[in-house]
């Protein structure tokens, strides 16, 4: 059994502050043994404070730093052609790079992703610090995988997305399928991973970082349910074969965003995220 160490709340304080402006786990380890800590005592004190096994530190501190892998090419004409549809892009943010795409799928589509979802759904997770799937009360739908390439549907929608954005369809993860009923949302989150948590070279290691998200509205709620992006001050609405891109780098807290609440009706929606990396085994 390990004795945990008694740290002053200063450092405490410093180490949280540290990391939670952005930096390296291996950065705090430095700068703490150029004061004088002694570095076996700042692994055990950084640990304590990061609630993380001491293991833990070594994927951090150890971990090959990975070349930064593919990006996503963000549409950037009005209108853009492709799989014989026209897609429209009435809207672009710059930071992050965000696109509103109209007619991204037709009315027949979302209606048969809807109905090859529903007999699968089951309450949605998130992944935990340790890249655990868990039951979250930050999100309160429902919701199922499929697999890439499962049906004739799911291989159209995913070639699209490719073409779409310049991105290997096995950069991309399963098709998600949420379903929201009245009053439920997912709340303001990051889909990018935090590398500051233990799980992240196990969520990381097939496929590497998240880059970018596609949410795809697959009908138009009565009331409520857009996407909110509160540091833009931009809340996408949820209409019918429509959907929202955006792309991020790790830590770009300006890629928050939350599924506000449905207030009547329902809300289906669609996710598709993609890795820097390819991350199915094969196609
Ligand atoms: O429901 C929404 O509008 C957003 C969904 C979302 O943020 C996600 O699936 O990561």
Redesign the pocket.
């Known amino acids: 059994m390990t004795s945990r160490p008694t740290i002053r709340p200063e450092l405490r304080e410093w180490i949280l502050s540290t990391t939670h402006a952005g930096h390296s786990v291996e950065t705090v380890l430095k700068l703490m043994q150029e004061t004088g800590y002694d570095p076996r005592q700042s692994r055990s004190i950084v640990a304590s404070v990061l609630n993380m096994p001491i293991t833990a530190l070594d994927v951090h501190v150890h971990a090959p730093k990975q070349p930064q892998g593919r990006r996503t090419h963000h549409p950037e004409a009005p209108q853009v052609a492709v799989d014989g549809r026209i897609i429209d892009v009435p809207l672009s943010v710059d930071s992050p790079a965000l696109r509103i795409l109209g007619n991204l799928l037709s009315p027949e589509e979302c209606d048969a992703l809807i109905e090859e979802a529903k007999p699968r759904l089951q309450r949605a997770k998130t992944v935990d610090t340790s890249g655990k799937q868990q039951i979250d009360a930050r999100r309160t739908?429902e919701g199922m995988f499929f697999t890439i390439g499962e049906s004739p549907l799911i291989r159209q929608v995913e070639q699209r997305i490719a073409t779409l954005l310049s991105i290997p369809i096995d950069h991309g993860e399963g098709l998600?399928v949420?379903h929201?009923l009245p009053g439920q949302?997912?709340e303001p989150?990051y889909?990018w991973f935090d590398p500051q948590q233990p799980g992240f070279a196990a969520i990381t290691a097939k496929g590497g970082q998240r880059i970018a998200?596609l949410?795809m509205y697959l009908n138009t709620p009565a009331a409520g349910?857009?996407?909110a992006f509160p540091e833009v001050g931009l809340t996408?609405t949820?209409l019918r074969g429509s959907a929202v891109y955006f792309s991020y780098d790790t830590g770009d807290t300006a890629s928050l965003?939350?599924?506000?609440p449905v207030q009547k009706g329902e809300?289906w929606?669609a996710?598709k995220?993609l890795r820097e990396r390819p991350f199915q085994k094969s196609l």
């Open positions: 739908s998600q949420l929201y949302q997912y989150h889909d998200s949410v349910g857009g996407t996408v949820a965003h939350a599924g506000l809300k929606i996710t995220w």
